[in-house]
């Protein structure tokens, strides 16, 4: 039951509507990626993803941070514009928190707590907000991370059985049944459910259909000459028809509008991967 990373869950409306917007991705530790933005006068949208975000707003007069849960559907976040925000995106499924109880999770779902309610680290807080310097930034946080990841043994704090689950309804981009992960397992399904919903604070159905439309969203973001009703098919939904109504629950618009948006706000422009 090893942690396997099968998909980088994506939040395109942060790039969107901002004017710029860096992204390291780590792939380790239960991180998928780090990410910095400067804000501009549009909001930002997050949309579902199933993972849960530390956010910091470098603001020089009013720093701030939180740990942020997934939505369940768009939902304004990063408010101030003009600011430099700095993220980590965690696994989705994942407890970022280690050592707190798994209701924590249960919380988080379209929720944000403030970060010193959660974590004690005044020293992480200062240097992150010390700089805008992205990667001074990334060290600044590992170096506490680290110190707390290595003394406590994740795998001892978890799950197996959730974080087993959550690799497979990755791996499978949420096209796999509960009655299938049932026979996988050895589990029934109710004590699935149960133990799901109690670590991830979601149940199978709603994370399953969280990586679909992330799933969904990569593939819109790179198109590779497809048609909707292809990629529609590729994510696993029953036509295109459903396909666009649960994109519209999730994103806020039609993956047509989707499409338009990325291509009007230089979304490719905006984006730059650091390596």
Known sequence: MKQHIYMTPKQPLFVTASKSYLKYV???FGIVHFYQCKTGDEPCYAIPDGCVDMVFCCDETNPGAEICGTVLSPKEVLFRPDT???GIRFLPG???VLGCSSEIMKELVNHQIPFSALVHDERMLENIFRTTDFRSQITAFMNSYMSIYNRMNPMENSNLLVRHISNLLIRFSGDISIEQIAIETGYTERYIEKCFQQEVGLTPKQFSKIIRFQSA????????GR???????DAGYFDQAHFV???KGY?????KKY???LAHEAFNQKLEIII
């Open 94 to 96: 994942y407890n970022p």
């Open 84 to 86: 430099c925000y700095f």
């Open 245 to 247: 109504r649960d994109f």
């Open 217 to 224: 969203v990569s593939s819109l973001n790179n198109p590779s």
């Open 26 to 28: 780590m792939n380790r």
């Open 251 to 255: 994103a806020g618009l039609t993956p």
């Open 259 to 261: 499409q338009r948006l």
């Open 227 to 233: 048609t909707l009703t292809e990629i529609a098919i």
